[in-house]
């Protein structure tokens, strides 16, 4: 019979403390670390500046001190910014490529706005994206061939905008439950 041997414990606790040391100073612990987050902060703070954030609707906490996920719109977990959700919020302006550095997001919602200028090519960085909402601003141009880059992606919003061209055939590679594209020209 197995009891429980207060010294076994103490090894087991002191091969998981001895494991976590090694992994976070290998630099495999990535999440939550002060350079990650300031990465993340100029990513958001790009978006603010080239979608007059000054002129949004609610832009609580923006540009601010604050932890991140005090801005409005933001939602951080385990130490990353995981999703924008900025629908109908007034953004006018372009997205900026540095959206493209938010590596973690997980959802981009920025429907009914008035976003004008092409979708960012980086956006196809974004690899653990699963739902992107552009739908209903004044986007243009074509569909980036990097979005077949979004393995995770599940949703795609791409209606009511003035995108022109083919869809990419890298698009099919997607496994899409949600493709929305009507309203547009191309």
Known sequence: A????PLRRLEVRTVLAVLLAWFGAAGLIV???PQDLESDKQALIALYNATDGPNWNVNHGWLS?????T???VIVSEGRVRQLVLNGNGLTGSIPAELGNLTYLASVTLPDNRLTGPIPPEMGNLSSLKR?????????????EEMGNL????WLELAGNQLTGPIPQSLTNLRLAHFYFHGNPG
């Open 151 to 154: 393995s995770s992606l599940r």
């Open 31 to 33: 999440e939550g670390r």
């Open 65 to 69: 001190d604050d932890p991140l996920d």
């Open 2 to 5: 197995t009891s429980a041997n």
């Open 71 to 73: 801005w409005f719109g």
């Open 132 to 144: 992107l909402s552009l739908a209903n601003n004044r986007l243009m141009g074509s569909i980036p």
